[in-house]
């Protein structure tokens, strides 16, 4: 991929000071191959023609390369254009007649949406207050599974060790990215471009047995994936991925550290098993979006609130799940490139809007 769309002279870190909400810019690597396969990925690569094979030879090349770096076979891989679409793909396509569908109270608003619509059995697991997911060893046998495996407002990691081999997963890796392996027990898996720092509006899911997967969706031809997605994303989905580095969990416990010394406040799951860029926190006696929009004015942007819901400031079913307040919630994205000094200036400030927002 990188002899084809010139992408190897690129930096790999993207350094965007004050940032610490969720959202990052294309990786520099990536916006360099996205031009590219612009101009070289344009055509169907399932027709016969030379243009139709060079998209061709792109789109198998960044197949490739994508199975390597998240561990799964290529030939698992369905691409996906619309990641929510992905969420409903990877769940429904495992039902059969009247499986019994199980997730979590911490699970997305996506995934919500499906048990209420699901027609059999639905039942929701609770969640401690470390964002552990409790009862999994009593799910019913022959169950549809959403295990997510990683919170995306947490960052708390999950477990599958004790799912009974019988229940059919549908694994949530739209957080954790390449940062996790799947677990060793799974049906299908989910994948988000965004989280590898790659281009939005592009999903991959994998597989793992096909027989055992049923396109959920009205169709004609025996397919498992409605196959419209645009193929200069992928390849620039490829490139970021390539280029892409886990964050230091050092970083993390560091922040812990600087956000619980700020009086009236909580870091979240503190002590849990976590992706290392992700960390929420509740500051007592303040809102969350004020605190967002003082923090704002001074360059620092951060979130508030539901990372999964259409309005990014309603409270937090998954820190209310987890027993915490939802009021004055607080969450931040160490992006790679974050510096020690990054931190301790946003905690510093942090402190300071909190007074002003007390008095």
């Known amino acids: 991929m990188r002899a084809l769309v010139g992408a190897s ?45 060079k998209a061709a030879i792109l789109r198998n090349q960044a197949l490739e390369n994508i199975a390597e770096k998240l561990g799964i076979p290529a030939t698992s891989i369905e691409v996906i254009g619309e990641p929510s679409l992905g969420h409903f793909l990877s769940i429904a396509g495992l039902f059969t007649d009247r499986s019994p569908f199980i997730y979590s109270a911490i699970d997305k608003g996506k995934v919500r949406a499906i048990a209420r619509a699901h027609t059999s059995e639905v039942k929701e697991l ?129 922040a812990i550290k600087e956000f619980s010394s700020i009086d009236g406040v909580q870091v979240v799951a503190s002590n849990a098993p976590a992706l290392a860029h992700l960390v929420s926190i509740v500051a007592s006696g303040v809102s969350g979006e004020a605190t967002v929009r003082e923090l704002a004015a001074l360059g620092i942007d951060v979130d508030s609130g539901s990372a999964c819901s259409p309005e990014d400031l309603q409270p937090s079913h998954v820190l209310a799940a987890m027993g915490y307040e939802t009021n004055g919630h607080i969450r931040f994205t160490l992006h790679n490139g974050t510096t020690r000094e990054d931190i301790s200036s946003l905690a510093g400030k942090l402190k300071e809007v909190l007074q002003k927002l007390r008095r």
């Open 126 to 254: 609770s969640a401690d207050n470390s964002g552990a997911i409790l009862h999994l060893a009593d799910i019913p046998a022959h169950s549809v599974l959403s295990l997510q495996l990683a919170n995306g407002e947490t960052g708390v990691i999950q477990s599958e060790e004790e799912t009974p081999a019988t229940v059919r997963i549908a694994v949530d890796a739209t957080s954790s990215g390449a940062r996790l392996p799947l677990p060793h027990h799974w049906n299908t898996a989910l994948f988000d471009s965004l989280s590898w720092n790659g281009p939005s509006g592009l999903a991959i899911m994998a597989i793992n047995n096909r027989s055992e997967y049923s396109y959920p969706l009205p169709r004609i031809a025996p397919i498992s994936s409605p196959g419209s997605y645009s193929l200069p994303l992928l390849i620039a989905s490829s490139i970021a991925l390539e280029n892409f580095t886990g964050e230091d969990s050092a970083l993390r416990e560091f």
């Open 9 to 53: 002279s690129v930096d790999s870190v993207v350094r965007v000071t004050g940032n610490f909400a969720s959202e990052g810019p294309l990786h520099p690597a990536a916006r360099e191959a996205l031009l590219a396969a612009f101009d070289q990925g344009w055509a169907d690569p399932k027709k016969i023609s030379q243009s139709a094979s």
